[in-house]
């Protein structure tokens, strides 16, 4: 198990960017495949990237490609999600989320796939 911890949210204009990270505990990070979801109050959480345990495979949800960026650094236990061209539609709560993965190539989209979740970060985008 690891714990997560997001930071980074905030309010911000449309079409201004943001920098979300998630601080992971323990000393098993590398093994882990981690994901990014967001919430609107009322909604059903959905999927909006995920990268595999070693970096090399990423995967968007089509609402997001080309604006956002998943990342990951195994050497200081972090995964960041860079976002830019941010729309008002981007206004969630962003969570991160991670799990033991099955091959270092594997992503994962589905919110019931991971087991271990931060607590979330409000991001804002007014118009």
């Known amino acids: 198990q690891v714990q997560l911890v997001e930071s980074g949210g905030g309010l911000v204009q449309a079409g201004g960017s943001l920098r979300l990270s998630c601080a992971a505990s323990g000393r098993t990070f590398s093994s882990y495949a981690m994901g990014w979801f967001r919430q609107v109050p009322g909604k059903e959480r959905d999927f909006v990237a995920a990268i595999s345990s070693s970096g090399g495979r990423t995967m968007y949800a089509d609402s997001v490609k080309g604006r956002f960026t998943i990342s990951r650094d195994n050497a200081n236990n972090t995964v960041s999600l860079q976002m830019n061209s941010l729309k008002p539609e981007d206004t969630a709560v962003y969570y991160c989320?991670?799990?033991?993965?099955?091959?270092?190539?594997?992503?994962?989209?589905?919110?019931?796939?991971?087991?271990?979740w931060g607590q979330g970060t409000q991001v804002t985008v007014s118009s």
């Open positions: 989320a991670g799990r033991v993965a099955y091959s270092y190539g594997s992503v994962y989209s589905r919110q019931e796939q991971y087991d271990n």
